[in-house]
T-cell receptor
Framework: DVKVTQSSRYLVKRTGEKVFLECVQD?????MFWYRQDPGLGLRLIYF???????EKGDIPEGYSVSREKKERFSLILESASTNQTSMYLC??????????????FGQGTRLTVV | EDQVTQSPEALRLQEGESSSLNCSYT??????LFWYRQDPGKGPEFLFT???AGEEKEKERLKATLTKKESFLHITAPKPEDSATYLC????????????FGTGTRLQVFP
């Protein structure tokens, strides 16, 4: 079974702190993603990576950065946390392309609260 | 613009009462329609991928179907453990890296 593991289930951080969210996958997937999920807005893509050290902005990258130094690990960084970044953060991974078996698999989520 | 709309927003069923969830989509060149199940406070769990109109997939009490404009997730004789939010997402020809998600249908099944 595919396993995508996020380092924390719950986090509480203070405004202005630098926050690191870590994600590890064990399926040798090239593509990895960070989404945030808010009530009524669905899942929105923050950043994705299609290879080590490669990254692309998603729909809402402002206030975030990412790091992918190893294939299995994708980190989301909140440079200076703000209360409007309180949300559920979801990491996903998949094989590239559009053929069969390219569905995305998600981690269990990190509920981040910024106070 | 690629778009996904799910209905209803919420659905309450009695155990054993079959029903369907709808996912309407607009996408330039469908490269996959995906169904996920999400339990409260957890990440989405992959259920099905559909690629072309007429395709159907089944898993236990769930059956997903696809037309050129929408997908249905049919739930036959649901049980309380089927209670969850069901998410639909599409991948389009012009942006194959990105999934466009609907906001989900929250299903509650009562004994």
């Amino acid at each position: 079974d595919v396993k995508v593991t996020q380092s924390s289930r719950y986090l509480v951080k203070r405004t202005g702190e630098k926050v690191f969210l870590e994600c590890v996958q064990d399926m040798d997937h090239e593509n990895m993603f960070w989404y945030r999920q808010d009530p009524g807005l669905g899942l929105r893509l923050i950043y994705f990576s299609y290879d080590v050290k490669m990254k692309e902005k998603g729909d809402i990258p402002e206030g975030y950065s990412v790091s992918r130094e190893k294939k299995e690990r994708f980190s989301l960084i909140l440079e200076s946390a703000s209360t409007n970044q309180t949300s559920m953060y979801l990491c996903a991974s998949r094989y590239p392309g559009t053929g069969r078996n390219t569905e995305a698999f998600f981690g269990q989520g990190t509920r981040l609260t910024v106070v | 613009e690629d778009q996904v709309t799910q209905s209803p927003e919420a659905l309450r069923l009695q155990e054993g009462e079959s029903s369907s969830l709808n996912c309407s989509y607009t996408v330039s060149g469908l490269r996959g329609l995906f169904w996920y199940r999400q339990d409260p406070g957890k990440g989405p769990e992959f259920l099905f991928t559909l690629y072309s109109a007429g395709e159907e997939k089944e898993k236990e009490r769930l059956k997903a179907t696809l037309t050129k404009k929408e997908s249905f997730l049919h739930i036959t004789a649901p049980k309380p453990e089927d209670s969850a939010t069901y998410l639909c997402a599409v991948r389009g020809y012009y942006n194959t890296d990105k999934l466009i998600f609907g906001t989900g249908t929250r299903l509650q099944v009562f004994p």
